[in-house]
Structures are given as C-alpha cells and as structure tokens.
C-alpha cells in the first residue's frame, strides 16, 4: 500500500494524508483546511490532489477546521463515503463546518469586490452553509476504544488524544495478502494536564507512525503558573491601567479553557469585579456541546463540577452572540475583558476589537496559543510596530502578552512522552507531519534519541510504500 501527504507537509495546516490500499481502496485521513493566508489559501484548498468521488472513506482525528475544514467541499465535489469519528467530533463539526461555511461565504462577498474593482469575474465561495449542513448526513460516530470494520479487512480504533474534546488517534489494521500492518495517525497530540480533558491514553502498537510536530522544537511553562500569569494580566490592565484586555482565542477547546480559569478565580474571590466578554457565537454553541460530553472530561474538572454546575459561566460573564451587541462592545468604556476568535488574528470579531484597540496603550493583546508565521498574530506577537487590519494600517500601542501553556498541543517533551507507549524496536517507519520545518528537524532529532529509526519529515506531495 501507499501513503501521500497532501498537506500539513512542512506546516501547520490543511492537515489530508492518502493511504491506497494494493487493491485500490482509499482512506483519507483528515481533510483540513489551509488556513493563516486569507483569499491567498483559496486555490491551495481547491487543489486537492485527489478526486473526492474515489475516496472511499474518511477518518477524522478531531473538529479544528485545518483538520476537517474541506469536509463540505470534496461533499460537493462527489464524495459519497462514510465519515469515521468520534460522538464529540461529530458534534463539533456539525457547529464548526457551518461557521465554515459562513466565513466562506463572507469572505467570498469582500474578495469580489477586489476582483471588480480590477475587472476581474466573480468567484464562487469554496463552498457554503448548505454544504456544510448537508455533509453531515456522511459521519458516523464510534466511541473511544472500540474497533470497527470500516471496509472488508480494514478495522479503525479511535484513542483519546487529550488535545480537544473528541479527538482521538487513528488506530489502523489494515490486512492484505495475509499481513496485517497497523498505522497510528496521532492527529494532534494534547497536554497531559489539561485543565478540562482527560490526560491522553496510551494507544495500540503501530508499525508505522504519523506524528504531529507543533511544537517540535519549544517547551510550556506549567499550568498552574499560566493562570497565575492570565490573573496578573487581568489586575494589571483593567485595574491598574483601566484598559481593556482583549484575548485571542479559538472558540473550540482554548475559549473554554480560559473561561473555565477565570471561573475558578471568580469562585475563589480573586476576579477583579470586571465584565468579562466571550463574543463569538461559535463558542456558545460549542461551551453548549462540551456540557454534553462528561465522558472527555478529567477528575479534577469533575470535582470542580459537583461544587459548581456550570464552571462556563459565572455573574460578570456576558456571552455575545448578535452582531449588533458586538459591536457595542466597541463603546463599551469601562475596562473589560474580550474574549473572541479567531485565535490566529486572521479572521472573525476579533479583528475588529484588535482594529478598536491595538492602538492604545492602557489595553492588551494577550496570545493564549498558536500562531502561524504569516498571520496577523504572528505579526503582532513577534513585536511589529505596525500592522495592517481590514486594509488600515494600525500602530501597535497596546502591551501585547503570551501565555502558550493554554496551548492545546503537547510541548516535544509531552509528545516524546505520549509517544514512550510504543516499543520502538517494532515502529517500521516514523512520517513527522503538521509542523513548521525548522521544528520537525529538531524533532526528529528528539525522536531519534529516544530510539525512534527511519524518520521522514515528507514534503506536500511525496508518497511512500508502506
């Protein structure tokens, strides 16, 4: 059998890796979205390399949309097949794929109007809401630690992954010509001490290995000093500076995880008496489907749960879902803290609260995960002066932080760990995936110290023999 990578090679998005069985099956695995470039990445992710009506199956590691973003699209491009997840990744991606779908279709609406002013036709938006609602019907959900007969000889096991509520590695047996080889596709590998999750499990024994890279080269600080350092970020700009703190986040995993920290301060006395803002409909509707899933939780977070019964929500937490309420959060005078996605910068309510207040010194930005290089975010957090939002150029006057322990991706350290489960004389081949170059060299370099051997780092593209 064969395996191509046709994105996350070499980066950290669009995350799609072909395997082709001798006889002809196809299992596709993953199927994100290039994200982090704008309109830049719209003919990146209609250029699939491969022709959506011969996939016949596809397994999702998790809902973040640079792992199942194209679900829609290669739906409306003649995909039939059945879509293989968990409950909770299903659950996702019904809310996720239909906000999608939306920002396709805005963005398709601005990117028109700058191809008329150049005289150029029209383009359609990769695809809709309607795709995203129709897709859908195509998953199937299995629970955690059950194997389950996807195709004649070709059974998937789904592991908990602790990186987002639902994610799983993709557990592999696939059997021809009387040999069984078993592929483990990690997907994105959390923390061992999520705040909300449970720790990542061991996972079956695999031959050949498909590993995530993220964080192939840094290390976080501790939880417990993240939350003391979000704290002193709150006291600091909205009580002292009387500003207001606007934080970056995904809504799916890191929102909750933020709220769920500033609850406990708020339980415990210590929250300033501020209003605190979550302005994204998405994490509404995505806070809703985690009060749904108590079997992703941890014992900690339980714990929590019997003294308080809703550890998202608490008397100064305000959650926005109209436009028109939005908005008048940029009127709103007292300090504050907002909450919005997208966690990159690149996209959703957020950047018009950056637009409103980058430029002033009593507020801040404060990063609480990933940014790709290209992004706004990268810009902002690696220090620029200026940076351009919605076409306007801004100076960047406010303090701008980082907290990267709220991360949902484990460190090298933490992979290395989650990966110690495999007797590494028995993995055949190791495909190092979903990381900047720079990060999978040092990586790699990790894994061969701990006694991993035949290591590739495959560039978009390149297909082996497995």
Not at 94 to 115: A, P, V, Y
Not at 158 to 169: D, E, K, S
Not at 282 to 310: G, Q, Y
Not at 363 to 377: A, D, H, M, Q, W
Request: charge should be negative.
């Amino acid at each position: 059998m064969k395996i191509q990578f046709l994105g996350a090679a070499r980066e950290v998005t669009g995350s799609k890796h072909l395997i082709t069985t001798n006889n002809g099956k196809k299992i596709l695995l993953d199927c994100g979205m290039y994200q982090g470039k704008g309109m830049e990445t719209d003919s990146m992710n209609r250029e699939l390399g491969f022709k959506p009506s011969e996939i016949d199956v596809l397994i999702l590691t998790h809902a973040h949309i640079d792992h199942c973003g194209l679900i829609p699209y290669i739906f409306k491009e003649g995909f039939s097949g059945k879509i293989f997840c968990t409950p909770a990744t299903r659950d996702l991606c019904s809310i996720m794929l239909m906000d999608c779908g939306h920002i396709q279709e805005h963005d398709t609406i601005w990117f028109n109007k700058k191809r008329a002013k150049k005289g150029l036709p029209p383009v359609d938006p990769i695809y809709t809401k309607i795709d995203a609602q129709r897709c859908m019907k195509l998953f199937v959900s299995i629970p955690y630690d059950m194997a389950f007969e996807i195709l004649p000889n070709i059974k998937v096991n789904f592991t908990n992954t602790g990186h987002l509520l639902g994610g799983g590695v993709i557990n592999l047996e696939i059997t021809e010509d009387g040999k069984t080889t078993k592929i483990a596709y990690t997907g994105d590998i959390g923390r061992p001490t999520n705040r909300i999750l449970k720790s990542p499990d061991k996972f079956p024994q695999a031959d050949v290995l498909i590993t995530e890279s993220t964080y192939g080269d840094r290390l976080h600080e501790g939880n417990e000093f993240a939350e003391e350092q979000l704290l002193k970020i709150v006291e600091d700009t909205c009580v002292r500076k009387k500003g207001k703190l606007i934080i970056p986040s995904f809504s799916v995993g890191r929102t909750q995880e933020v709220v769920y920290s500033l609850n406990n301060f708020y339980n415990d006395g210590r929250l300033p008496k501020i209003d605190i803002f979550v302005d994204s409909p998405l994490s509404v509707n995505a806070t809703n489907i985690f009060r749904l899933h108590w079997e992703c939780f941890n014992d900690s977070f339980m714990e929590v749960m019997e003294k308080d019964s809703d550890p998202f929500g608490f008397n100064s937490l305000y959650y926005i879902q109209e436009p028109s309420e939005s908005k008048e959060l940029n009127n709103h005078k007292e300090p504050c803290v907002i909450i919005s996605s997208s966690g990159m910068m690149e996209a959703g309510r957020v950047k018009h609260h950056l637009a409103n207040s980058i430029s002033d010194s009593r507020n801040t930005i404060l990063s609480v995960g990933y940014c790709s290089p290209s992004t706004l975010g990268a810009k902002i957090v690696r220090g620029d002066k200026k940076v351009s939002i919605f076409g306007t150029e801004y100076e960047v006057l406010a303090d701008v932080k980082r907290l990267e322990s709220y991360s949902g991706h484990g460190d090298y350290k933490e992979m290395l760990s989650f990966l110690d489960c495999q007797d590494k004389s028995k993995v055949q081949k190791v495909f190092v995936v979903h990381g900047e170059y720079k990060s999978q060299l040092h990586y790699k370099e990790k894994l061969e110290d701990r006694g991993f051997k035949n290591i590739e780092i495959p560039s978009i593209g390149q297909e082996f023999e497995l």
